[in-house]
């Protein structure tokens, strides 16, 4: 079945019409999980964010092409290296983004997926679960791994 939107390389965002927003990495942000795709929290510090624990209270998706080229890790897999880097966090409702999903889980399109530890997604349990994405695209994986999703969170 052909896929329904062009996957692109290198990009994290798609159709962010809502723009990003700018804010930096929080001195209580854990530096190994502030990887382009994950799900952000406000820190406890004015303008900065750290990496999401639960679907409640998650400001966006961290973000790379927006964030200027000297700020940007090596690539949309590696992880952004220091506290107080001004990095682009992107949260327009029915934007595509390319999540990371915690391991030992699988999705397809229409999987309804929250927030968990390190700012990855899994699926929901039950009904009454908060929705923060919905699964673009069908993955399977041990470790974590990223897949498209559509961002449902304002």
Known sequence: M?????????RIVQNDFGGALFAQIG???TLAYMIP????????????FREATDPSNNIGVLGYEETLPANQPLSITSAY????????IHNTPGMRFHAWIAANQSVKPGTRLKCTAAGQLTQTTS????????????????????????????
């Open 2 to 10: 052909p896929s329904l939107f062009n996957k692109p390389l290198n």
């Open 81 to 88: 290296t220091a506290t107080g880097t001004k990095v682009a």
């Open 127 to 154: 009904p009454s679960d908060p929705v923060n994405a919905v699964a673009l695209e069908t993955v399977t994986g041990t470790s974590a791994f990223q897949a498209w999703c559509i961002w449902t969170m304002r």
């Open 37 to 48: 795709g994950v799900v952000v929290a406000n820190d406890t510090y004015d303008n900065c």
């Open 27 to 29: 001195p209580n942000a």
